[in-house]
Nanobody
Framework: VQLQAFGGGSVQAGGSLRLSCLAS????????MGWFRRAPGKERDIVAAITPAGDQIWYADSVKGRFTISGDNAKNTVYLEMSILKPEDTAVYYC??????????WGQGTLVTVSS
């Protein structure tokens, strides 16, 4: 399985971006998808996750109400809509795929920079 994350960029505080993660290879509809981020000098943290059917979604408290994760199984793509961006959202964002509590596959990361 290969994951490609793209859509990052530079935006001013209060702005919006949409990240996309395209899965290719031997993908499986039984895997959950997640978005993670690593801010400068910090550990990588999970931002949001979604089950294959889209019936269960989880967000980190820091992004609730501002970020929305969604998936399009027909396109093997997961999105992260980010709005009301803050400087503290600046990070490299990664998508990942996994199951049973383990994230097996990772994308290469896309940089999001939010200026004040």
């Amino acid at each position: 399985v290969q994951l490609q994350a793209f859509g990052g960029g530079s935006v001013q505080a209060g702005g919006s971006l949409r990240l996309s993660c395209l899965a290719s290879g031997r993908t499986s509809s039984s895997y959950r998808m997640g978005w993670f981020r690593r801010a400068p000098g910090k550990e990588r943290d999970i931002v949001a996750a979604i089950t294959p059917a889209g019936d269960q979604i989880w967000y980190a408290d820091s992004v609730k109400g501002r970020f929305t994760i969604s998936g399009d199984n027909a396109k093997n793509t997961v999105y992260l809509e980010m709005s009301i961006l803050k400087p503290e959202d600046t990070a490299v964002y990664y998508c990942a795929q996994g199951q049973h509590g383990i994230w097996n596959y990772w994308g290469q990361g896309t940089l999001v920079t939010v200026s004040s």
